[in-house]
């Protein structure tokens, strides 16, 4: 290496590129060394080399610094392959001893956020110019777009930044117990997030037999499919709002990603494996003295293929046929729904009702006493109805009513464990719920007040099936 490459070493330190096979450090040559000739024995010297001839070891030196540095440099390629923080293209600066990662981050900070800074800087131009004459609506529209791309590459670049500071372990082993002995660096996935796709690279440790294991995935807390937590989250809860297309529709809005209907059906469920644990472990405020504990169940059908009814139903849909051949006739079923039974489990202040309250006068009448009434509890600073405090809520389609019942006396019991409550059931008069209730009081030893439905009562009382 001549003068310029010695140079050249000094000022940047390791590479990873061309350069960096040779530790930092200057060969300590004199003038006299860098030209050196070689003595021809029997020869003198001319007059110009008379100085350089006075130095017989001066080549012996160099010789001896060379072939040390060359082993410098063999123990640097090693490193370099057994270590995943030097990335092509990156430099780093400074002793080997102190911080590998830190020093490769640093350095390669402004390389893994350049494209950050490229979209930035087209979003400030685009400012200053096309966008000028813009409205408003279109201008946020735009600049949401951007932003979010913007966001996406700050995003990746953190993620390069995380890549190019992870270090090769000798501890990594699996579920199994194995140690993996094997390292592959830039091992890529990809990562769906509300701004948009990244991909994520990492070390993945091998053996024979066994699973891949990624440390950093561990670190990053990474879901095993696609989708990142943060939508996960914002896809179950637009879930819970509505229909799947509508969620579907809402996140493609919000964010961009467009995600698949079995995908974010997926997502949801993913979202509430942990709801149970959730409850049994949340702590409920105890209830001011005088509030009863309310437990309220009702049915709901829900639309269901064949195979997927519960027998009595795939035997009735099977029997049934239809009295006309456009529509349904007044209460007549189709056979093809099943029953999801639903709980709630609540504690509420008692709030006084009269027959008018319960059944309404007519609609001018009725918008006068309830602004009367909004009134009334203002100054009384008193609810109008009865306020639901605590609420647990759990709905199954495939467990049975007793099942669904027996779980909501024992959320309960959870919290009224002495039973010092006044523990209400309301229930819309269906009589597998009443024996259900009647038999889940009876073994937990607790007194119940039923109260139905009166809209129900009025039902059966009046309509075609009443006794």
Known sequence: AGPAATQRRNDQGTSCGDLGLIPPGPILLSKQQQVAKPVRPGVPPRGGDQQESEQPGNLALVRHQLVQRLGQADSAIHQIDANSRYRP?????????????????????????????????????????????????????????????????????????????????????????????????????????????????????????????HPLDGVLNLPEEKHSHGLRKLAAVEAARGSVEAAQATVARATGVMVGKRQLEELARRSAADVEAFCLHRVIEPAPGGHPLVLTFDGKGIMMLPGALRPAAARAAAAAGSRLATRLSPREKNGRKRMAELACVCGAAPVPRTPEDIISAPARKRREKKAQAVALAKRKRKPREPQARGKWLTASVTDDIPAVIAAAFGEAERRDPAHQ???????????????????????????????????HVVELSTGPDAS
């Open 89 to 213: 293209g990156c430099l780093t600066t400074g002793s080997h001893k102190k911080e590998p990662g830190a020093r490769v981050r640093a350095a390669c900070r402004g390389e893994v956020f350049e494209g950050a800074r490229e979209q930035f800087a087209e979003t400030e131009e685009w400012l200053a110019g096309e966008a000028a004459g813009l409205r408003h609506a279109e201008l946020e529209e735009q600049l949401g777009v951007r932003g979010r791309e913007l966001m996406r590459r700050l995003f990746q670049g953190h993620l390069d930044l995380l890549a190019g500071g992870e270090e090769r372990r000798d501890d990594v082993a699996g579920d199994d117990g194995v140690i993996r002995t094997r390292a592959e660096k830039g091992r890529a996935r990809p990562l769906a997030t509300r701004f948009g796709q990244v991909t994520v690279s990492r070390i993945g440790y091998r053996s024979p037999g066994g699973s891949n294991v």
């Open 421 to 455: 409550r006044e523990w209400v059931i309301l229930i819309d008069g269906n009589n597998t719920q009443i024996e259900a209730v009647t038999a889940g009081a009876a073994v937990r030893g607790v007194t119940v007040t039923i109260v139905i439905d009166f809209i």
